[in-house]
């Protein structure tokens, strides 16, 4: 038996367990060939969330900075959302 995915830290939720490596396939990697699923996410903000933001976030192209672990700063776009 095996847990399918994990619950971080601050999270909440359900953990499934099972023996079939098919159905562990098919929820961890929602979207792949043969899988049926999609994943959602439910985000919380602390703070109201512009129309403009989430347009960008729709069609892509929002630059986010990521400092890595060697704090080197790289800039990054996102894919569509």
């Known amino acids: 038996v095996v847990p399918i995915g994990r619950l971080d830290k ?3 939720g ?3 367990l ?3 490596e098919s159905v562990t396939g098919a929820l961890l990697r929602p979207g792949d060939e043969g899988s049926p699923l999609s994943k959602v ?3 919380e903000t602390r703070r109201r969330v512009q129309t403009s933001f ?3 976030m729709r069609e892509g192209g929002l630059e986010l900075s990521i400092r890595d672990w060697k704090h080197k700063d790289e ?3 996102t ?3």
Do not use: A, F, Q
Request: charged share 30%; with cysteine.
């Open 75 to 77: 800039k990054v776009k």
């Open 54 to 56: 989430i347009e960008r």
């Open 10 to 12: 601050d999270s909440t």
């Open 18 to 20: 099972t023996t079939n």
């Open 79 to 81: 894919k569509p959302c």
């Open 41 to 43: 996410y439910l985000v």
């Open 14 to 16: 359900l953990i499934l």
